[in-house]
């Protein structure tokens, strides 16, 4: 069973301030993904990477960057979060190639007030 | 622009129904996948079907895929309370980007 996990569960930050978000797959995955949830839009693509050392933005990645130091972790920086950072976070891993399946973290729900 | 969507916010069915989700989607894909996310999780696959691949079963679920038009659909059989969920589909366009719709909330009543 492939394990993603993300930490923290939950998360209050205060606006302006940085929020870093982590992931960790024990699968030897070489892809990586963030996504965000929010209420009728799904799950929308923020950042993603190929392999330690490689970000490479989604469709969202406005307000945040992405590090990948090692095949094993990857994670999410907002440097001044915002309200409208207010979401859900999921963080999934999978291996290069077409049509393969994502595995999913449990999620990460941050609060910026 | 959303890439792949599901036709429908909201199902209700009561056990032991069958129900379909459908869905489109916009763009040339290599594969389309089925994922369901149970309240507090993240989602999970169901059925990946391929784009030369026209069904794909795997027990109570059944996925069609039609190029030509750009959708598909997920049949589930003698529903359960546990289906309980939202589904999406997920295109695949053989470049590791994988693009969801926006759901649709299925419940099953007792």
């Known amino acids: 069973e492939a394990a993603v996990t993300q930490s923290p569960r939950n998360k209050v930050a205060v606006t302006g301030g940085k929020v870093t978000l982590s992931c960790n797959q024990t699968?030897?995955?070489?892809?990586m993904y963030w996504y965000r949830q929010d209420t009728g839009h799904g799950l929308r693509l923020i950042h993603y990477?190929?392999?330690?050392?490689?970000?490479e933005k989604g469709d969202i990645p406005d307000g945040y960057k992405a590090s990948r130091p090692s095949q094993e972790n990857f994670s999410l920086i907002l440097e001044l979060a915002t309200p409208s950072q207010t979401s859900v976070y999921f963080c999934a891993s999978g291996w290069t190639g077409a049509n393969t399946e994502v595995f999913f973290g449990k999620g990460t729900r941050l609060t910026v007030v | 622009s959303q890439l792949a969507e599901e036709n429908l916010w909201a199902l209700s069915v009561h056990e032991g129904e069958s129900v379909t989700v459908n869905c489109s989607y916009k763009t040339s894909i290599t594969a389309l996948q089925w994922y369901r996310q149970k309240s507090g999780e993240g989602p999970a696959q169901l059925i990946l079907i391929r784009s030369n691949e026209r069904e794909k079963r795997n027990g109570r679920l059944r996925a069609t895929l039609d190029t030509s038009s750009q959708s598909s659909s997920l049949s589930i059989t003698a529903t359960r309370c546990e289906d309980t969920a939202v589904y999406f589909c997920a295109t695949d366009e053989g470049n590791n980007r994988i693009f969801f719709g926006d759901g649709t909330q299925l419940v099953v009543k007792p």
């Open positions: 990477s190929y392999g330690a050392g490689s970000t």
């Open positions: 699968n030897n995955h070489n892809n």
